[in-house]
């Protein structure tokens, strides 16, 4: 004889416990009652449950360790927390400690408190399944190009997040550079019961204070030399929706001090404004830095972390998640290949080989532009390895100097670039350096030019991301370590080259 689900009370007030006996005994569920820690840890080990509601607070337990024994002893039992209003911080961090959800006492609707049970219990029927393909967030993620993939790490992450998308409270997402952010953001809106009402977006380290405080609030006519009109700025736009600040900790101070107010408030002023504006948005901040370590400087507000991080997702790496790129690949297929030009090539095995064993510093991104770039120069039905960057097919050239046993005609002007050892040149003049840098440049797009002609990829093109880190280094090498004027000849600000230098783990003495 198939067992009636269980469904296990803990709560030390007693009329909790009848109400829950009446409403669901009817239902035919097994009820199992705890008023206490002790009476719950008995009832666990002598049955098995399919759902427990856990009251936060007890008498002689803690609800975060009860739901972490329940979840040890008892890991297909989807747990429930329950709590007041001032709990409610916690309530959420149970989530993220394997809660199903949680819900807020006093239980006004009661046919809400029916519907949740009955979403743990399938839910809790349902996990776990092998090969299991669909989840209840895959029709959102699939609306909004969103990719979860298959590793364990990304479902866990987006459970959480469709959970806490239906709660009208703050999320922050941290995570390296092109790990999909954003999109995530995206995600927890389309779950959200703000999925009608405008979701905005905005790079908080894109724009100068100046600019990026006019963006947020909006601007009166007149407040500045070339306002000619009154404007609206995103917290206005977005009022009702979901506002995404991207790159939060370069915010400056004073933009702080403003998202603060408005945090607490509900209300702001326009640039050169007197009259307040009250918005009603939900806020989504995303990070690549370690916004407790800014806080730790003095770089960022601590009060405005603690409005910030709520609730707070932790996207991993794309090299955390090599079995979803395979996924990656066809999604981007999808998206970059022009379905006039014929049926879309397919990723030869060792191509897709090539793409398992990289390390993937620009994460998805970089990975987006790896499968654009191999389409562009693909002129067959199959990407080969010879179509990705050096850098990803391992055909980057070995540091080393080749023997150069004679010189092509023509070339004479170059010998000195392809016969000096570096050790020499301390003993050149300036001219002579000088001379040798312009002849090593015109070498360096000479050899572009040639490669791009005779169809050789091995090399080059490189990414933005490459980019970026070679100018860092080499300016930082050129100032010997100097941040400040570094930071000045790149044209962007120490906590910018800082935590620039920190994603391409480029070490600055000192630091």
């Given at each position: 004889?198939?067992s ?14 009848k ?15 705890a ?52 709990t ?23 046919a ?45 992450l ?11 409270i ?30 905005l977006?905005?790079?908080?380290g894109?724009?100068p ?94 009060d ?15 090299r ?18 022009d379905?006039?030009a ?14 398992l ?17 191999a ?10 390895p ?30 000195p670039?392809?016969?000096?050892e570096?050790?020499h ?20 797009r000479?050899?572009h ?23 860092i ?39």
């Amino acid at each position: 004889m198939v067992s009636a689900p269980g469904i296990l009370i803990i709560d030390d007030e007693q009329p909790v416990g009848k109400f829950f006996t009446r409403l669901l005994r009817t239902k035919g569920y097994r009820i199992g009652v705890a008023g206490s820690g002790a009476q719950a840890h008995e009832l666990i080990a002598r049955e098995n449950y399919d759902v427990a509601m856990v009251d936060l607070k007890l008498p002689d337990a803690d609800g975060l360790s009860l739901l972490q024994h329940i979840k040890s002893v008892q890991p297909q039992c989807e747990v429930i927390i329950m709590t007041g209003y001032s709990t409610t911080r916690t309530a959420v961090k149970a989530i993220q400690f394997g809660a199903f959800d949680y819900i807020e006492k006093p239980f006004d609707d009661i046919a809400l408190v029916e519907q949740l049970i009955e979403k743990a219990m399938l839910f809790g029927k349902t996990t776990g399944q092998p090969g299991r393909s669909s989840y209840s967030w895959s029709e959102v993620a699939e609306q909004i190009g969103f990719q979860v993939g298959k590793t364990p790490q990304m479902i866990k992450l987006v459970n959480i997040a469709e959970r806490i998308a239906t709660k009208d409270i703050n999320v922050l997402i941290h995570g390296e550079t092109g790990t999909g952010k954003e999109v995530l953001a995206r995600f927890i809106h389309a779950a959200s019961h703000r999925r009608d009402k405008p979701f905005l977006a905005i790079n908080c380290g894109a724009l100068p204070e100046n600019l990026l405080e006019s963006e947020l609030f909006g601007h009166e006519k007149g407040s500045f030399t070339g306002a000619s009109v009154q404007r609206k700025g995103i917290f206005e736009l977005a009022n009702n929706g979901t506002l995404f600040l991207d790159e939060i900790g370069e915010a400056s101070l004073a933009i702080q001090v403003k998202l603060l107010r408005v945090l607490e408030t509900g209300e702001f002023l326009r640039v050169g404004g007197e009259k307040p504006v009250k918005t009603n948005v939900r806020i989504i901040a995303a990070t690549n830095v370690d916004l407790e370590e800014a806080v730790s400087q003095k770089h960022f507000r601590e009060d405005l972390f603690y409005r910030l991080d709520v609730v707070r997702l932790e996207l991993p790496p794309l090299r955390e998640r090599k079995e979803d790129i395979p996924q990656f690949v066809e999604h981007f297929i999808h998206r970059f290949w022009d379905k006039n030009a014929g049926p879309a090539p397919t990723f030869s095995p060792s191509c897709l080989e090539a793409l398992l064993n990289y390390h993937w510093p620009g994460n998805i991104r970089e990975l987006a532009n790896a499968v654009e770039q191999a389409l562009a120069l693909c002129d067959g039905s199959m990407v080969l390895p010879e179509h990705l960057s050096g850098k990803i097919n391992g055909q980057l050239l070995q540091a080393g100097r080749p023997e150069m046993r004679e010189l092509p005609k023509g070339s004479e002007d170059f010998s000195p670039v392809l016969t000096i050892e570096p050790e020499h040149l301390e003993q050149l003049d300036e001219e002579s350096l000088l001379n040798l840098y312009r002849k090593v440049q015109t070498l360096y797009r000479a050899l572009h030019r040639t490669m791009g002609k005779k169809g050789i990829t091995a090399v080059f093109p490189i990414s933005m991301q490459e980019m970026e880190a070679r100018a860092i280094e080499e300016t930082l090498e050129f100032f010997n370590g100097n941040v400040s004027m570094s930071a000045r000849a790149l044209g962007i600000g120490r906590n910018t080259l800082y935590r620039k230098a920190k994603e391409y783990n480029i070490h600055i003495s000192g630091s």
